[in-house]
């Protein structure tokens, strides 16, 4: 399984603990796994959504061929099954492949008690 670390010092490892030095080098191919692993922890993340994130200032057809490729470089180091689709137009993450801190974080502070106002710490 991979492992995708988020705050301070990014870090993507692969099952034996190596870095996949690849990704880590490109910072838009790190934000873009990153991005689609955080936001589609409730679900799939919509191409259209990555595209005017990423590539803002490209037109249509230069931010889509990209997106394909910056989509290919992470599966060429990650394996084809990083990603889950579940049409052409909408992406996540194959959470069997990836674990990623900021979720796991996530899923913590969901499982925690809310704190009521007033109530003590």
Request: proline residues 5%.
């Amino acid at each position: 399984m991979f492992r995708l670390i988020t705050p301070g010092s990014p870090a993507l490892t692969d099952g034996a603990g190596a870095e996949i030095r690849s990704v880590l080098a490109q910072p838009k191919r790190l934000a873009v796994l990153a991005y689609i692993a955080t936001e589609g922890s409730h679900g799939f993340v919509r191409r259209e959504t990555l595209l005017a994130l990423f590539w803002p200032d490209a037109d249509a057809e230069s931010a889509r061929q990209a997106l394909r490729q910056t989509l290919y470089h992470l599966r060429r180091e990650t394996g084809d099954d990083i990603f889950s689709a579940r049409s052409a137009d909408e992406i996540a993450i194959n959470r069997a492949v990836l674990w990623c801190d900021a979720i796991e974080f996530d899923q913590c502070i969901g499982r925690q008690p809310r704190l009521s106002r007033g109530a003590p710490i």
